[in-house]
């Protein structure tokens, strides 16, 4: 057994010194770290850098008796963090810092977020050691016990301790020693923010939830182009708009940050996938994607553009055929020479029947017309048909209705992956918006008639 471990051992530093060779030829000394890893069931660890906002995995090390070792090109200090490989967003990781040329030795016990150093240790990286220690003792990952009445008392220290962390940050590097600061601090303020949403045994009410988090998006004001090298930067943008409605404060919009920041809320909108339509990502494009630079990002925006530019407004509808309830084969373009709405839904969807009296409304309103048509389409099961034309008659639902048999067709074309869904199509059978408001916002009705004048 022992002599496979010398043999992994082996391999591991002729393939190191095949990398340190390469990067000596260019001129530089890579970064090292290692260490040991005595956590349960950690087999594999992962080394992570801060790229538009996420902690992303570089590399990824096997355990090799408890130990690891990494070597990585770093020109200039950066924030970095050691931990699982399956990415676990801003918890359990070893965060350090470091450049090329130095020699980190880390140790990790227990869980990913409690590591102490070894040997020569860098000031800030002291500082880091420290910090994480106690953000781990008011914040520990993954902790269900650690409930809002554990929690609340501890959060005065708790900041204030941020603040004298971050005052103790010092290095020869003051352009890395600010970005440096601002994640302590920042990290508080997430950390807080983050707890609220993670499971635990009870949760506050929002009169319960601390007042100080009202003031969350001024405290974390992203007009400084540091916050897009944060790794917590991406989750932040959407955390503080979820933040600021459960505290009853105004909406939280991109539009105050800086430069940076909107660049990587727009890479983030576009890497999960969380534009609905063409024409939400090309909005967001035009306000905060068109200082994209890296050639990387360029491709995948293109690549988007290509494939889903043909649901922008303008461009022609793409048909789909479903039966009615009467078994008849009807399709999208039957209704050329006519405004149409499509209502996608189905009757398990509570928010669906939320909007049937707004619906029911609108087509009374535009009763009589003969250039409007409202195009019911259920994406129930086959199992739930009989539901479905129950729901018809019992809600004496107007309009056509289609049967599209489960997320079909009409799903795939239209990128359509929550319900309620209303889509506009205008005289011609072009796309007016295949995002369009629900009929509970006044908005939709201004657009049908809008459409219906030209």
């Known amino acids: 057994m022992k002599s496979k471990v010398m043999k992994r051992w082996l391999l591991t530093i002729w393939i190191l010194g095949i990398c340190l060779t390469g990067f000596a030829q260019a001129g530089s000394t890579p970064l090292l770290v290692k260490g040991t890893v005595d956590v349960p069931y950690v087999e594999e ?9 996420f902690w992303e995995c570089v590399a990824t090390a096997k355990l090799m008796d408890g130990k690891y070792l990494f070597a990585l090109d770093v020109p200039q200090t ?7 490989t399956t990415n ?11 450049k090329n040329g130095d020699r980190i030795s880390m140790n990790i016990k227990e869980r990913m977020g409690n590591y102490a150093f070894e040997g020569e240790v860098s000031n800030n990286n002291r ?3 420290a910090w994480e220690r106690e953000y781990q003792q008011v914040l520990p990952d993954n902790d269900i016990k650690n409930t809002w009445k554990v929690l609340y008392p501890k959060v005065d220290g708790f900041m204030k301790a941020s603040k004298d962390y971050a005052a103790k940050v010092k290095s020869e590097d003051a352009d890395f020693d600010a970005l440096l600061k601002l994640f302590i601090e920042t990290q508080a303020w997430f950390g807080l923010a983050d707890f609220h949403f993670q499971p635990a045994l009870e949760f506050p009410t929002a009169e319960e939830r601390l007042p100080l988090l009202a003031s969350l998006a001024e405290n974390v004001p992203m007009n400084t182009p540091l916050y897009a090298k944060l790794p917590m930067c991406g989750n932040l943008l959407f955390m503080i708009p979820a933040n600021q409605k459960v505290v009853g404060k105004p909406d939280w919009s991109v539009d105050s940050a800086s430069e940076a920041v ?10 999960f996938g969380y534009y609905k339509t063409y024409d939400e990502f ?6 905060y994607g068109k200082s994209v630079t890296d050639k990387k990002q360029l491709a995948q925006i293109e690549d988007y553009k290509q494939k889903n530019g043909y649901t922008a407004a303008g461009k022609p509808a793409i048909d789909f055929t479903y039966p009615d309830r ?3 084969q009807v399709s999208l373009s039957d209704f050329k020479g006519k405004v149409v709405v499509v209502d996608v839904w189905a009757t398990w969807c509570g928010p669906c029947k939320a909007e049937i009296p707004h619906l029911k409304k609108l087509e009374k309103e535009f009763e009589g017309r003969d250039d409007i048509v409202f195009l019911g389409v259920s994406v129930d099961k086959a199992k739930d048909k009989e539901k479905w034309l129950k729901m018809i008659d019992d809600e004496q639902m107007a309009g056509i209705h289609l049967f599209a048999d489960g997320f079909s067709q009409i799903a795939e074309s239209y ?5 309620p869904r209303f889509m506009v199509f205008d005289k011609q059978g072009n796309i007016v918006s295949t995002n369009a408001p629900r009929p509970s916002n006044p908005q939709l009705k201004t657009l049908l008639l809008n459409e219906l004048k030209k």
Request: charge should be positive; hydrophobic fraction near 40%; proline fraction near 0%.
């Open 88 to 98: 676990t967003a801003t918890k359990q990781k070893a965060v350090f810092c470091g």
């Open 45 to 53: 660890v992962g080394l992570y850098r801060s790229i538009d906002g």
């Open 127 to 129: 500082v880091l050691e």
């Open 78 to 84: 950066e924030l970095l963090a050691v931990g699982l």
């Open 262 to 271: 909107q660049r990587v809320y727009f890479l983030t909108q576009l890497r």
């Open 282 to 287: 090309m909005a967001d494009y035009e306000k």
């Open 415 to 419: 990128q359509i992956t929550g319900i």
């Open 326 to 328: 009467n078994g008849k």
